[in-house]
C-alpha cells in the first residue's frame, strides 16, 4: 500500500519499513503491518537501492502463512513515501537509508533473508511479525486483548 499523508496531519498514522532492497525484510513488515492493523495503519515499505523483485524465498515463506507478495515490486523511498512518515522503521541499511522525514525513526538489526535456506527464512519472518506487533502495541493500534 503506497500512501501519501503528510505526518501529523491527523490521518491514519502512517509506517515505512525500509530495507536496501526493499525485496525481503520489508516488505513482509509492510504486510504484516497491514494485516495486524487491519486497516489502522498505512504502511508501506522502500529500499534505498530498490531490487527488481521481492526474493523467492520471502515469497514462499509469506505465502505459507496467507499472505501473498507476489504482485509487489520494491519501490524507492521517493516513490513509497514521498512525504514522509510518522514512524520509519529501518532494517540493516545502516548509513545508505537517507533521512527520511519522520517523528520517530527505529532500527531493527535483521538479517538479510536473500538467498538464505527457507528455515532462516521463516525466522527472519517470525522475528519481524513479532517487532510490527510490538510496534504496533506501543503506538495504540493493537489493544493486548486484541488477538493476532
Not at 509492510?30 to 487491519?38: G, P, S, T
Request: net charge negative; with cysteine.
Amino acid at each position: 500500500m503506497s500512501n501519501s499523508a503528510v505526518p501529523g496531519s491527523g490521518s491514519l498514522p502512517t509506517l515505512l519499513f525500509v530495507c536496501v532492497h526493499n525485496a525481503g525484510r520489508s516488505q513482509m513488515a509492510a504486510a504484516f503491518a497491514e494485516r495486524l492493523a487491519k486497516g489502522r495503519v498505512a504502511a508501506s515499505s522502500a529500499g534505498s537501492d530498490p531490487a527488481d523483485s521481492v526474493h523467492p524465498e520471502v515469497l514462499a515463506v509469506m505465502a505459507e502463512i496467507g499472505i501473498d507478495l507476489a504482485g509487489r515490486r520494491p519501490q524507492s523511498i521517493g516513490e513509497a513515501a514521498p512525504d514522509g512518515a510518522d514512524v520509519v522503521v529501518t532494517m540493516g541499511c545502516g548509513d545508505s537509508c537517507p533521512a527520511v522525514r519522520s517523528a520517530r525513526r527505529v532500527e531493527w538489526d535483521l538479517p538479510d533473508p536473500a538467498g538464505r535456506p527457507i528455515d532462516e527464512v521463516r525466522l527472519v519472518r517470525d522475528r519481524i511479525q513479532d517487532l510490527v506487533s510490538g510496534l504496533l502495541y506501543e503506538m495504540g493500534v493493537l489493544d493486548l486483548a486484541e488477538p493476532l
